[in-house]
């Protein structure tokens, strides 16, 4: 039996899209249910690229039947689609879910620069926008389109933003690797802050020994190294 055949017999029923991985678990755990079959215990331990291959070539061969549904990748999770051409009769079956207001097209100008440079800072992409971004970031995030991924290695260690699977799934990509050619987005020049490397003056983000003040001096109780501030006192 086929790869393909059994991934179209899981996949068609499946109730929700099935990753690489989940599609793996279910042949992993099929010999318990086989009484035997050498069939698939042999395919116990398939291979993630395995699977991929052969849903790739299933995909290409229902799009070339040209039947009423398909076999996409979203996301990272496969599953079976209809093609968009039927919608108003399965609409009028199962009805119709309100989809959230589009975009606007600020949002849209900022999620675009999130997607191709992320990780970024909310003060980079506001270099390339030229406007303040704070709202437009904000309905982002709300939506889960957006999500903070850590802080970056600079002086006042800014969040950095990234997409999310949701944003996948809103454009129907499989990955960040689908995402269309934007060379011209990828080479604008963003300034970014100088490395944390010391810390400004009388800022207290290190230790009080390795603060500097706007002379250069160190601050007045701060003692040297291996040393109290009792020890750097003077005598009486």
Avoid: N
Avoid at 19 to 30: I, P, T, W, Y
Avoid at 37 to 59: H, I, P
Avoid at 66 to 73: E, S
Avoid at 109 to 132: D, F, K, N, S, W
């Amino acid at each position: 039996m086929e790869l393909k055949v059994i991934l179209e017999a899981i996949l068609f029923s499946a109730q929700k899209p099935m990753s690489l991985k989940e599609m793996r678990d279910v042949f992993a755990a099929a010999p318990e249910h086989a009484e035997g079959d050498e069939t698939v215990r042999g395919l116990r331990k398939v291979k993630e690229d395995q699977l991929e291959a052969a849903l790739t070539e299933l995909a290409a061969e229902h799009e070339a039947a040209a039947r009423t549904f398909r076999l996409v990748c979203v996301a990272g999770a496969w599953q079976f689609v209809t093609q968009p051409e039927y919608a108003p009769w399965l609409k009028a079956l199962v009805g119709h879910k309100a989809r959230p207001p589009k975009l606007s097209q600020p949002a849209l100008e900022t999620l675009a620069i999130i997607a191709y440079r992320q990780p970024i800072t909310r003060a980079e992409v506001e270099q390339v926008r030229g406007v303040a971004v704070d709202g437009v970031m904000q309905t982002l995030l709300e939506r889960g389109l957006v999500e903070q991924l850590g802080r970056a290695e600079v002086v006042g260690r800014p969040m950095t933003y990234g997409t999310t699977a949701v944003f996948l799934e809103y454009f129907g990509l499989p990955g960040l690797a689908s995402l269309p050619a934007a060379d011209e987005l990828r080479r604008i020049v963003v300034q970014k802050p100088e490395a944390l490397v010391t810390a400004d003056p009388g800022l207290a983000t290190l230790p009080p020994e390795q603060l500097t003040f706007a002379g250069g001096d160190a601050p007045p109780d701060a003692a040297a190294p291996g040393q109290t501030p009792e020890a750097q006192a003077p005598t009486p």
